[in-house]
């Protein structure tokens, strides 16, 4: 009889550990979090290695963040170019264009090529650091290394998503202009005109709000998934492949949940 | 805590998760002493220094450090303790984005209102004690293993600790290398108050410099005592590992033959023009 009721239970003994595993990682997770920007409000002291991290993650991301939102505009141009001209509404396309990027797509493609960037290097790098010993020298040599490591990193994120995401923006209305306007005939005042018209405050703040949001998202979880390499099954550079593998999916996918639900809540 | 602090261990079993690796210690390590840990591979001498360091939390027991309770001391208090210890890890452990310089200056920058002139001589100093005053510009990968083991000294010295720890100082390093870093250790003692311990295979080492040893093996604490009274113990355990004696066995162990050279893929015999 015990047998056949454990054979019942198994299945929800089995999702009843998933479920926990979930919560005791959100709340390591979330603990992290608050210690990283504790840090990053603690002091002038880590004003440099913060300087360091946006040029690495802001910076060095310009060229790849120009050229995805000049092919997403141009891409989106040319889409709604073919679908509104379709019913004669061409004159929209830079209501269009404007929206979507703003809204949407910059926040959202800026911060999933920064986490292939940046995000998949800073695991590696607090990775690899765990495992050769870095951090626990830096611990006994009293340094703690949330203020060390993570707490530059997250700064630098909260700085320079919103800064690239604005960035992906310009490039990418643009982009819309060159094909729909340039390639394809659209009026080019009207585009101008419907880009200016149809942005309002709450959408180029909700995009940037966004862009804050996915900062602190992607920094966590990279960090994190570095942080506890030596925690996974596999230890050694395997281990610290296997976190910087989880902390991109991770990141990407929470980064589609999340804008689901911001977009739920701010428009 | 002016002079070398000694360090005790109380009922203390270490591990990782709920598994004990050593069990049930109690060890006075000596203040201004050197200190040893010695025995067989995977005994738990790392995993002790780790816990000792509180890198890790004890299964069971306590570990004093001139007389505070490490894991009782919280906050401040238990910052001052650490930042009167340095350590050694196996393969030094240097942050791989600074210069060795910088390096060593980092526990200065980070914990004194020194001026940077002021820290530059004590690093420079530090690194001249270690014989890497040239190398003061380079970075990590830029080293041997050797140089990295020695830098990382530097630094573990660069605070002018009271307690110093060395994980395996003198693994990979050559007969000559292992021998100056022994000499330095015994200089080091001289001209500083300071506690050290060392975790280390090598035995040698061990009879040169040690003034106080502890041995491990089966998941407990064998000896503890000076270097003469573990000469003298009859404990075959000991002896076998004092004595660098392989246990006989009774069946051969090389009983496979070797690869048919014409199982190999490349068939080497006639690339090379041999018969």
């Known amino acids: 009889m015990s047998q056949a009721t454990g054979g019942f239970l198994t299945p929800f003994n089995a999702l009843g550990s998933v479920a926990l595993r979930f919560l005791e990682e959100l709340g390591a997770m979330s603990i992290f979090f608050l210690d990283s920007v504790r840090f990053v409000f603690a002091g002038w002291g880590q004003f440099s290695k913060s300087v360091r991290q946006i040029y690495f993650i802001g910076v060095q991301s310009v060229s790849v963040i120009a050229l995805i939102g000049l092919f997403t505009g141009m891409v989106m141009g040319m889409q709604l170019y073919f679908a509104l001209s379709s019913f004669g509404a061409d004159g929209f396309l830079g209501t269009g264009v404007a929206l979507s990027m703003v809204r949407e797509l910059a926040p959202v493609l800026t911060a999933i090529m920064l986490t292939g960037r940046a995000g998949s290097a800073m695991t590696a790098e607090i990775g690899v650091m765990r495992i050769s010993e870095q951090i626990d020298a830096l611990t006994i040599m009293d340094i703690n290394p949330m203020r060390y490591l993570v707490a530059p990193k997250m700064a630098a994120c909260i700085i320079s998503f919103p800064i690239l995401t604005a960035f992906f923006n310009l490039i990418a209305i643009a982009g819309g202009w060159l094909t729909g306007v340039r390639l394809l005939g659209a009026n080019a005042g009207v585009y101008w005109y419907r880009v200016q018209a149809s942005l309002s405050w709450a959408d180029i703040e909700g995009g940037f709000i966004k862009a804050l949001a996915f900062a602190v998202l992607v920094c966590t979880i990279c960090c994190y998934e570095g942080y506890f390499t030596h925690l996974r099954g596999r230890v050694g550079p395997e281990g610290v492949s296997q976190s910087t593998t989880s902390a991109v999916v991770k990141s990407c996918v929470v980064i589609l949940a999340a804008d689901y639900i911001l977009t739920s809540l701010l428009w | ?275």
């Open chain 2, 1 to 275: 805590m002016a002079t070398a602090p000694g360090i005790r261990l109380e009922s203390l079993t270490v591990g990782y998760g709920k598994t004990p690796v050593v069990s049930d210690m109690d060890i006075e390590i000596p203040g201004g002493k050197i200190t040893m840990i010695v025995g067989g591979s995977g005994c738990g001498k790392s995993t002790l220094l780790k816990h000792i360091l509180r890198l890790h939390q004890p299964l069971r027991g306590s570990i004093f450090i001139g007389g505070h309770d490490v894991f009782s001391l919280s906050g401040k208090a238990f910052r001052c303790l650490r930042q009167r210890m340095g350590a050694l890890f196996q393969d030094g452990a240097l942050l791989g984005s600074l210069r060795l310089r910088d390096n060593v200056a980092l526990p200065l920058r980070e914990h004194t209102r020194l001026r940077e002139s002021q820290i530059m001589d004590i690093v420079h100093h530090k690194l001249e004690l270690v014989g890497l005053e040239h190398a003061m510009d380079l970075f990590p990968h830029e080293l041997s293993g050797g140089m990295r083991k020695r830098a990382g000294l530097a630094r573990a010295l660069v605070m002018d600790p009271q307690v110093l720890f060395c994980d395996e100082p003198t693994s990979g390093l050559d007969p000559v290398m292992s021998a100056e870093l022994d000499q330095l250790l015994l200089e080091m003692m001289g001209h500083f108050d300071m506690t050290t311990v060392v975790v280390t295979h090598d035995l040698a080492s061990m009879r040169t410099i040690a003034d106080y040893v502890v041995v491990l093996g089966d998941g407990r604490c064998l000896f503890q005592g000076s270097v003469e009274d573990l000469e003298a113990q009859e404990d075959e355990y000991l002896r076998s590992f004092l004595d660098r004696e392989a246990p006989e066995r009774d069946t051969p162990r090389l009983t496979m033959p070797p690869i048919d050279p014409g199982m190999m893929k490349l068939n080497c015999t006639q690339l090379l023009g041999e018969e």
